[in-house]
């Protein structure tokens, strides 16, 4: 059954009421174009974007909201030409409070179903190093644009995470199941070139003003098309997925709880942090 499907009954309403949201001390910053209907979302998040509970809470609230206002468009970009999002924050990790552990993880399984099951079309622009829940939040969308010279891919493993199997799921659509097993089980890192050959991304762009352009074209395919063809279709393809993760949403909670409180993880992770400081003062 669908869960949610476009509702054209809803859009006129939408075109004399849209409005521009915009905050600069927000997490997530959303403007919306009121020609086209089309939202830009921005990670504002310093120094990387990366995923604490706050933010993942604020992007899931986001796409709720654009979802009732019945935009046309979205590109998910980051405030940051260097980083689109650095995963989950290694810090919510580290010695955690177990009730907040468990909320990130839930948190985290409802930002990978709200961006992956919006009716609207989605495009990530990476501007920036996308690993890990970086790249969870890039193939949750429909379509990726990527800048050149950046890194982008599902590192869990080199980390000593496992990878979920909503997220495996949606790693295989992307690049089918061959190259999905092997490059999750590996934890691969893939540039930009090698993320084009592979399928991770669907375009590469030199810059940012460039892939703006390309994510546009994108979102503009679907001017002439049924709304309701559209969002019914990638529904209909999208839903059991998420469905199927919320069956299994307790167990995969508590398989990460277990993961993380490991003490071997711990002391991996200790490790970690240190070798990202000790590569920022080389
Ligand atoms: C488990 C299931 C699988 C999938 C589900 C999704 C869940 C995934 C788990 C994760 O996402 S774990 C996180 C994985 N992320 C990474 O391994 C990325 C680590 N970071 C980097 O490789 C680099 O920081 C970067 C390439 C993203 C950016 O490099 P650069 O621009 O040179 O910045 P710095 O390295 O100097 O970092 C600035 C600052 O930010 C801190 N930081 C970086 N990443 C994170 C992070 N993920 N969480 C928290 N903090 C992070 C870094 O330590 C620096 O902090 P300072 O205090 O030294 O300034």
Redesign the pocket.
């Given at each position: 059954m669908l869960r949610k499907i476009f509702n054209p009954a809803r859009l006129s309403r939408f075109q004399r009421t849209m409005v521009t949201v915009s905050s600069s001390d927000a997490l997530v910053s959303t403007e919306v174009d009121d020609k086209t209907g089309y939202a830009t979302v921005t990670l504002n998040r310093a120094?990387?974007n990366?995923l604490s509970l706050e933010l993942m809470t604020e992007i899931v609230k986001t796409v709720d909201e654009l979802e009732r206002s019945n935009i046309r468009g979205m590109v998910l970009t980051s405030f940051s030409n260097?980083?689109f999002c650095?995963?989950?924050?290694?810090?919510e990790m580290v010695n955690p409070d177990l009730d907040r552990l468990r909320a990130v993880w839930t948190r985290?399984q409802d930002t990978w179903a709200s961006l992956y099951g919006t009716s609207f079309p989605t495009v990530a622009l990476i501007n920036g190093?996308a690993?890990?829940?970086g790249c969870?939040l890039a193939l949750c969308c429909e379509y990726r644009v990527m800048c050149n010279n950046f890194n982008i891919g599902?590192?869990?493993t080199q980390?000593g995470?496992?990878?979920?199997p909503w997220?495996q799921g949606t790693m295989r659509q992307t690049i089918g199941t061959r190259e999905a097993e092997i490059h999750c089980i590996k934890g691969t890192m893939f540039n930009s070139q090698d993320a084009l050959k592979i399928g991770l991304v669907d375009e590469l762009a030199a810059e940012n003003g460039e892939a703006m352009q390309r994510a546009l074209h994108y979102l503009n395919t679907f001017k002439q098309m049924s709304p309701y063809a559209r969002s019914a279709t990638k529904l209909l393809m999208r839903n059991k997925d998420i469905e199927d993760m919320k069956r299994g949403r307790k167990e995969d909670v508590e398989r990460?709880v277990e993961n993380v409180m490991n003490s071997d993880f711990q002391n991996g992770l200790t490790v970690y942090?240190q070798s990202?400081?000790n590569?920022?003062n080389k």
């Open positions: 120094p990387v990366s260097k980083v650095a995963g989950l924050d290694i810090m985290l190093h690993p890990a829940g969870l599902l590192n869990e980390l995470l496992a990878v979920p997220l990460f942090l990202l400081k590569r920022k």
